[in-house]
T-cell receptor
């Protein structure tokens, strides 16, 4: 069965410092991995995805994520955090390989709090 | 690009009322749309998947007679919560995916906050 784990409920970082939001996954076959961000009372915004190719994926708002097959991880990173980055971050993996539904399996979310 | 509009943003209604939520893809054709429910401080729970022109596929435990989904066109899907009760109060989010490839991201609406009194 496909699954995604986000081990940290909350990550606190000072503005200007690098940030990392962790994600590990378990799938059969090749993973399709996604990061989304959610601001209060809003839907999810797509940040980036890994399908194939370079392990380092660059996305919106200066975020990037590194796919590590041996560690089955897809951590989200940013070199310098902004207060406006404070939000809820979801990692997701595509489930049901070979099926027609293309369901996303979401992690439980990590709240990122950037202090000024 | 890839904008999904969800309407209404907030709904407050009496118990027993039926509520319809619309999800539209504004600048792309959504071959598949998804409906999620999110409880406070929790992740998204997939309720159902709908492909244009066919019946929705509901997740286990989701009452299809309670949550009616229609995906009549490539740009519109609706979720109707029938005879809503306070326990149906939640944040409902739709998403849409274009194309047939499984590597396409889902694009999300801004959600609907449903409060049943």
């Amino acid at each position: 069965a496909q699954s995604v784990a986000q081990p940290e409920d909350q990550v606190n970082v000072a503005e200007g410092n690098p940030l990392t939001v962790k994600c590990t996954y378990s799938v059969s076959g090749n993973p399709y991995l996604f990061w989304y961000v959610q601001y209060p009372n809003r839907g999810l915004q797509f940040l980036l995805k890994y399908i194939t190719g370079d392990n380092l994926v660059k996305g919106s708002y200066g975020f990037e994520a590194e796919f590590n097959k041996s560690q089955t991880s897809f951590h989200l990173k940013k070199p310098s955090a902004l207060v406006s980055d404070s939000a809820l971050y979801f990692c997701a993996v595509r489930g049901d390989y070979g099926g027609a539904t293309n369901k996303l399996i979401f992690g439980t979310g990590t709240l990122l709090a950037v202090q000024p | 690009g890839a904008v999904v509009s969800q309407h209404p943003s907030w709904v407050i209604c009496k118990s027993g009322t039926s509520v319809k939520i619309e999800c539209r893809s504004l600048d792309f054709q959504a071959t598949t749309m998804f409906w999620y429910r999110q409880f406070p401080k929790q992740s998204l729970m997939l309720m159902a998947t709908s492909n244009e022109g066919s019946k929705a596929t509901y997740e286990q435990g989701v009452e299809k007679d309670k949550f009616l989904i229609n995906h009549a066109s490539l740009t519109l899907s609706t979720l109707t919560v029938t005879s809503a009760h306070p326990e149906d109060s939640s944040f409902y989010i739709c998403s849409a995916k274009g194309g047939r490839g499984s590597n396409q991201p889902q694009h999300f609406g801004d959600g609907t906050r449903l409060s049943i009194l």
